[in-house]
């Protein structure tokens, strides 16, 4: 499945951004779709997982993002309130076939090119 991510920019913190991914090639439906950030000199992240009935989120943006897909569209969405320089990064879809939430990048096999996110303090 090939992945556009789109929606990253500058804001202030306590602001809000919503990023958009949309899908094309191999059935949106059948993939368990996830956002990964990475900032500068540390590891890709990830930030929330969504598959056919569960979503979970990492503890550093619990109560603050929502991950949600519309598979009419072929797209998944960040919401992303109440940010923090800390949210500072790059931030990247991702789609894996099969079942599970899994939170590790290798376990991706198609990836976003990434939208740069910019949280001024």
């Known amino acids: 499945v090939q992945l556009q991510a789109f929606g990253g920019g500058l804001v202030q913190a306590g602001g809000s951004l919503r990023l958009s991914c949309a899908a094309s090639g191999r ?20 930030v929330a997982i969504i598959d056919w009935t569960s979503i979970i989120y990492a503890d550093s943006v619990k109560g603050r993002f929502t991950i949600s897909r519309d598979n009419a569209k072929n797209t998944v969405y960040l919401q ?39 949280v001024s303090s």
Do not use: I
């Not at 059935?27 to 990830?46: C, D, H, I, L, Y």
């Not at 990064?89 to 079942?99: D, E, F, M, Q, S």
């Open 27 to 46: 059935t949106f439906s059948s993939n368990v779709m996830a956002w990964f950030r990475q900032a500068p000199g540390k590891e890709r992240e990830f």
């Open 80 to 118: 992303m309130n109440s940010l923090k320089p800390e949210d500072t990064a790059v931030y990247y879809c991702a789609a894996r076939l099969g079942g599970g939430l899994r939170t590790m990048p290798h376990e991706y096999d198609s990836w976003g090119q990434g939208t740069l996110v910019t």
